[in-house]
């Protein structure tokens, strides 16, 4: 059985609480986003790495990542295909995104969370899914 633990420390940006979390080299899955702030229309870069020694699977082409805003709930709008995907230990893939939802619009200022993780039983030495997540911050217009 496999046990992570984090301490998660909460800081304030531009008015938002985020929980800032930092990967660490033990946990399985990472998912870590090239800059914690952007501007809007900046392109979001996040990486997701298998640091585990077990390939992992998951159900779509986008390694199964949410991206939410954390106070309002409204979601990126990401279109992966429903392909099952594998990340081989050590193996990492960037996905970007253009900050627009699923009506193509511009999503609201504000802290996002991305998040992803793998089905139940996917990974042989547990049953739980292994999962990760990361937040950062789109500014509003000055």
Do not use: C
């Not at 501007?39 to 390694?63: C, E, R, W, Y």
């Not at 970007?96 to 089905?119: E, L």
């Amino acid at each position: 059985m496999v046990l992570l633990v984090a301490a998660i420390p909460t800081i304030i940006i531009f008015g938002y609480q985020i929980y800032h979390t930092h990967a660490q080299n033990n946990s399985i899955l990472q998912i870590t986003t090239d800059k914690k702030t952007y501007q809007p229309g900046q392109t979001v870069a996040m990486t997701i790495k298998n640091n585990g020694n077990h390939p992992l699977v998951f159900s779509d082409s986008l390694l199964g990542l949410i991206i939410q805003n954390t106070k309002t709930g409204q979601k990126a709008g990401l279109l992966g295909s429903q392909v099952m995907s594998e990340l081989k230990p050590n193996e990492s893939k960037t996905i970007q995104w253009d900050q627009k939802d699923i009506d193509g619009k511009q999503v609201q200022p504000g802290a996002y969370n991305a998040r992803t993780s793998t089905p139940a039983s996917n990974y042989s030495s547990s049953a739980q899914p292994v999962a990760a997540g990361t937040t950062f911050v789109i500014q509003g217009n000055p």
